[in-house]
Nanobody, 129 residues
Framework: EQLLESGGGSVQAEGSLRLSCAAP????????MAWFRQAPDKVREGIAA???????VYEESVKGRFTISRDNAKNTLYLEMNRLNFEDTGMYYC????????????????????????WGKGTAVTIAS
């Protein structure tokens, strides 16, 4: 029993989707959680993270369009995605780390993700032009 993503699909450009990630309590409770994305022929990258207190961080390309949130009563992580564009196409993975934080800033002020402890199998998002 690990992380289970849902909500992916195909949508027109400028459309919206909401991804969900259900987690067992021992993974969800007190730990940071994050969404990663792997576009075709690219490496997987972190795009949004939320710590156990609800503080969030976003990758630059999704800022202002995506919102990460968590529902502690349901042990569920969400990613609300708006104004989707072709570059958002890819597999979206939910991940968790046995820590309050998913990463930290390097010397240049860029957010760097630490190694994650739990992963879902992913949900596919396709943006049609």
């Amino acid at each position: 029993e690990q992380l289970l993503e849902s909500g992916g699909g195909s949508v027109q450009a400028e459309g919206s989707l909401r991804l969900s990630c259900a987690a067992p309590e021992y993974i969800y409770d007190g730990n940071c959680m994050a969404w990663f994305r792997q576009a075709p022929d690219k490496v997987r990258e972190g795009i949004a993270a939320i710590d156990s207190e609800g503080n969030t961080v976003y990758e630059e390309s999704v800022k202002g369009r995506f919102t990460i949130s968590r529902d502690n009563a349901k042990n569920t992580l969400y990613l609300e995605m708006n104004r989707l564009n072709f570059e958002d196409t890819g597999m979206y993975y939910c991940a968790a780390r046995r820590s309050r934080y998913c990463g930290g800033e390097d010397r240049r002020g860029h957010f760097v993700y630490y190694s994650m402890d739990y992963w879902g199998k992913g949900t596919a998002v396709t943006i049609a032009s």
